[in-house]
């Protein structure tokens, strides 16, 4: 994901899925100036990761929550779990193209 030129930087965590494993969501935060959607996020993900990294979950942030020694706290983004701003892949009907 911090291979894409418009992300400054990126967390990936587990959230629960209602389907019993977790499903992968990513927090990203833009660099300076730039915007980026999520489809866009996915195009990139689907060229540069393997099918199960790809995030079900994309939430665009301003900054990502961090301790005194700049440690991401994904504990804290866990715990606000899916917000109304995050995108959803299955719902948007975003669907990835399984490579040969």
């Known amino acids: ?9 990126s967390a990936a965590y587990a959230i ?9 969501m990513v927090a990203v935060v833009p660099q300076p100036g730039e915007t980026i959607g999520a489809v866009d996020l996915m195009s990139h993900c689907e060229a540069h ?4 990294m790809i995030p079900r979950y994309v939430r ?11 440690r991401t706290m994904k504990y804290q983004l866990k ?13 948007a009907g975003y669907t990835i193209k399984r490579q040969a």
């Open 49 to 52: 990761m393997a099918y199960f």
């Open 79 to 91: 715990q606000e779990g899916v917000t109304l701003d995050t995108w959803d892949r299955e719902t």
């Open 1 to 9: 994901m911090n291979s894409h030129p418009k992300v400054l930087e």
């Open 16 to 24: 629960p899925s209602d389907l019993g494993e977790d499903d992968v």
């Open 60 to 70: 665009l942030v301003a900054e990502l929550p961090k301790t005194g020694t700049e």
